[in-house]
């Protein structure tokens, strides 16, 4: 589902993002993207997304090449992957059903199938209940629910998640975890970038640390990858 094959991204001479970064994760996987403050986690989600090209190397997704993908289809890719971001990046001035609406909206499917695909979103995030509500009058982790009904809404095959926890208190991170755990059981390929090694630990999950741009572990916990 994801390929980086050697991929370096340099910004300018001093400064190198990543490094002949090398993985790969499969359809389905749950996989967690951790390292420092500027070890290039954003870089290489950036990269993912479209939103910036390697310097070097080959990035593939879906068994498409992003590096030589024309301009014209970039909207067409990212229609395929679902982006939770840390601060949800809702409308306020929206209800939740519209804030989970919008993706739908953009593609232009027909107003009938938005009502069913937005209740199913909800529904699975369990605030199908609130989607009248003002996303203000909900609490962080509702709020970061909405963000990911959204993400998910046109059922992309990818689901990115930058920090999606970081807001939020050890039980509620579960909770968020638990979910993107569910939709990786149902085929989405999920890589969640975080720092909260605790929560990494508890998952058991995979695990790519990224050091000063370079990939120095792609095992199953942290403590297995260390002893590679």
Same mark, same amino acid.
């Given at each position: 589902?994801? +390929?980086?094959?050697?991929?370096? !991204?340099?910004?300018?001479?001093? #400064?190198? $993002?990543?490094?002949?970064?090398?993985?790969?994760?499969?359809?389905? /996987?749950?996989?967690?993207?951790?390292?420092?403050?500027?070890?290039?986690?954003?870089?290489?989600? !950036?990269?993912?997304?479209? =939103?910036?090209?390697?310097? $070097?190397?080959?990035?593939?997704?879906?068994?498409?090449?992003?590096?030589?993908?024309?301009?014209?289809?970039?909207?067409?890719? @990212?229609?395929?992957?679902? %982006? %939770?971001?840390?601060? #949800?990046?809702?409308?306020?001035? @929206?209800?939740?059903?519209?804030?989970?609406?919008?993706?739908? +909206?953009?593609? &232009?499917?027909?107003?009938?199938?938005?009502? @069913?695909? %937005?209740?199913?979103?909800?529904?699975?995030?369990?605030?199908?209940?609130?989607? @009248?509500?003002?996303?203000?009058?909900?609490? &962080?982790?509702?709020?970061?629910? %909405?963000?990911?009904?959204?993400?998910?809404?046109? !059922?992309?095959?990818?689901?990115? $998640?930058?920090?999606?926890? &970081?807001?939020?208190?050890? /039980?509620?991170? *579960?909770?968020?975890? #638990?979910?993107? +755990?569910?939709?990786?059981?149902?085929?989405?390929?999920?890589?969640? *970038?975080?720092?909260?090694? *605790?929560?990494?630990?508890?998952?058991?999950?995979?695990?790519?640390?990224? +050091?000063?741009?370079?990939?120095?572990?792609?095992?199953?916990? =942290?403590?297995? $990858?260390? &002893? #590679?």
């Amino acid at each position: 589902m994801i +390929e980086f094959q050697q991929v370096s !991204k340099r910004y300018d001479s001093d #400064h190198t $993002a990543l490094k002949q970064v090398n993985f790969h994760l499969s359809r389905g /996987e749950l996989a967690f993207l951790t390292g420092h403050s500027g070890a290039g986690k954003s870089t290489l989600l !950036k990269l993912i997304m479209l =939103m910036e090209r390697p310097s $070097a190397g080959q990035v593939v997704v879906g068994g498409q090449v992003l590096n030589t993908l024309p301009r014209r289809q970039v909207p067409y890719i @990212r229609r395929h992957i679902g %982006v %939770v971001f840390q601060n #949800h990046q809702l409308l306020f001035d @929206r209800t939740v059903f519209d804030n989970v609406a919008m993706p739908l +909206e953009v593609m &232009g499917v027909p107003a009938g199938d938005i009502g @069913r695909r %937005v209740r199913a979103a909800l529904d699975k995030v369990g605030l199908l209940n609130k989607e @009248r509500m003002n996303p203000m009058q909900l609490s &962080g982790g509702e709020q970061q629910r %909405v963000g990911i009904a959204r993400a998910v809404v046109n !059922k992309p095959p990818l689901l990115l $998640a930058d920090e999606p926890t &970081g807001n939020l208190d050890p /039980e509620l991170s *579960a909770d968020i975890m #638990h979910l993107f +755990e569910q939709f990786s059981q149902v085929g989405v390929t999920v890589l969640i *970038a975080s720092h909260d090694i *605790a929560l990494i630990d508890a998952m058991g999950r995979r695990t790519l640390t990224l +050091e000063q741009g370079r990939l120095v572990a792609s095992g199953a916990t =942290m403590e297995s $990858a260390d &002893g #590679h």
